[in-house]
């Protein structure tokens, strides 16, 4: 086997082992601490590996106006969205959990989030009546 597809299948074995226990990570973090504080924790640890592999590759550093909008994305999808991820999982098993985030994608593109149209409709006014029927049930 070559090296370039040994390394591939490596990376593909990391990413598995590292997303799929990350859901089982936050089950037993959530037995000793508070959702938001576990989630904090959680990516400080891997923001300060990732800064200090950029200073041993001495990678340049963002600018300013980058780093704000860098701070303001970081805020709503780690806050908003890992954060409420763990919250929810004191209420559902960690697989159901990673069941929910791996179908997102999906289930953003049937109901035309980001999109501006569903994929099965092709209207716009369709897809967020599809959405709230989904939001009241």
Known sequence: MNTK????????????FIWGTTYLANLF??????????????YA????????????????FP????????????LLMLGGGAGFVVIGEQYISSGHTAVVIATEPRRA?????????????G????????LSNCATR
């Open 63 to 74: 600018s300013f106006r980058q780093l704000k909008v860098l701070a303001i994305s970081g």
């Open 5 to 16: 597809r040994t390394l591939t299948i490596l990376a593909f074995l990391a990413i598995y």
């Open 109 to 121: 593109r049937l109901t035309g989030i980001g999109a501006g149209t569903s994929s099965l409709s």
């Open 29 to 42: 973090g959530l037995q000793g601490m508070k959702p938001f504080v576990l989630s904090s924790l959680r």
């Open 123 to 130: 209207s716009r006014s369709r897809s967020r009546a599809r």
């Open 45 to 60: 640890g891997a923001s300060t590996l990732l800064l200090v592999w950029c200073l041993i590759r001495r990678l340049a």
